[in-house]
Nanobody, 121 residues
């Protein structure tokens, strides 16, 4: 499985961005596709995930109500719509795949390359 993320950039606080992650390789109904982020000097943290088959979503508390994860089955692509961005959302965002995702704990089997999101105040 290969994951290709794009869509990062520089935005002002309060604005929006949409990240995309194109998946090549096998994706199963049990698979989870997710997003993580890593800010400078901090550990990588979970942001959101979606179960490929059911579409069930899971979010970190700090993005609930602002970020939305979705998928396009035909394009085998997962999206992260980020609204009302804050300076503290500045980070490198990574997409990830978990081939057997329970819907809660995300155990990454594959990582994509990161895409940088910078939010100015």
């Amino acid at each position: 499985v290969q994951l290709q993320a794009c869509g990062g950039g520089l935005v002002q606080a309060g604005n929006s961005l949409r990240l995309s992650c194109a998946v090549s390789g096998r994706v199963f109904s049990t698979s989870g596709l997710g997003w993580f982020r890593q800010a400078p000097g901090k550990e990588r943290e979970f942001v959101a995930a979606i179960k490929w088959g059911s579409g069930t979503t899971n979010y970190a508390d700090f993005v609930k109500g602002r970020f939305t994860i979705s998928r396009d089955n035909a394009k085998i692509t997962v999206y992260l719509q980020m609204n009302n961005l804050k300076p503290e959302d500045t980070a490198v965002y990574y997409c990830a795949a978990d081939q057997i995702y329970s819907g809660s704990y995300f155990s990454t089997n594959y990582w994509g390359q990161g895409t940088l999101v910078t939010v100015s105040s």
